[in-house]
């Protein structure tokens, strides 16, 4: 659960890094509650997704089909950005993260007709076979 919860906070972060094209100690601040997190793991998805982006950006659009990347929402970017650094860079399960990603697009990017997590798992999926040069 605290994983899980590191990439809520990181994509909330990377969400208004994205939009504000800035960085932000007041979000940071507000980021901060009681609720129990890995830090270390936070830190690492946040500085593994800014210091990487043009690769994971490029990653997303070669595998976007009739799609381009800015017209993804922000919300659903930065998850895709989180799940790309970590099926690449990071020893989690690819399984883990595919589903810890889709379950967080659920909760905070879902349609009623489940269109976004349907189009997320796909791109996902395309991304680990891309990643394992399938």
Do not use: C, H
Not at 13 to 36: A, Q, W
Not at 94 to 109: A, C, G, L, Q, R
Request: hydrophobic share 35%; aromatic share 10%.
């Amino acid at each position: 659960m605290k994983r899980t919860i590191s990439r809520i906070r990181a994509m909330i972060y990377l969400y208004n890094l994205d939009l504000l094209k800035r960085g932000d100690n007041e979000l940071n601040t507000f980021l901060e509650s009681d609720i129990e997190y890995d830090k270390d793991f936070y830190n690492q998805l946040v500085d593994g997704v800014i210091k990487n982006i043009k690769e994971i950006d490029k990653i997303i659009s070669i595998n976007l089909s009739n799609w381009t990347i800015d017209r993804l929402s922000y919300i659903d970017r930065n998850l895709i950005r989180i799940g790309v650094y970590e099926l690449k860079y990071v020893k989690t399960p690819k399984s883990i993260v595919m589903n810890e990603i889709i379950e967080i697009s659920k909760e905070y990017s879902q349609t009623e007709d489940y269109q976004t997590s349907k189009f997320n798992n796909s791109l996902l999926e395309r991304i680990v076979g891309y990643i394992n040069g399938k």
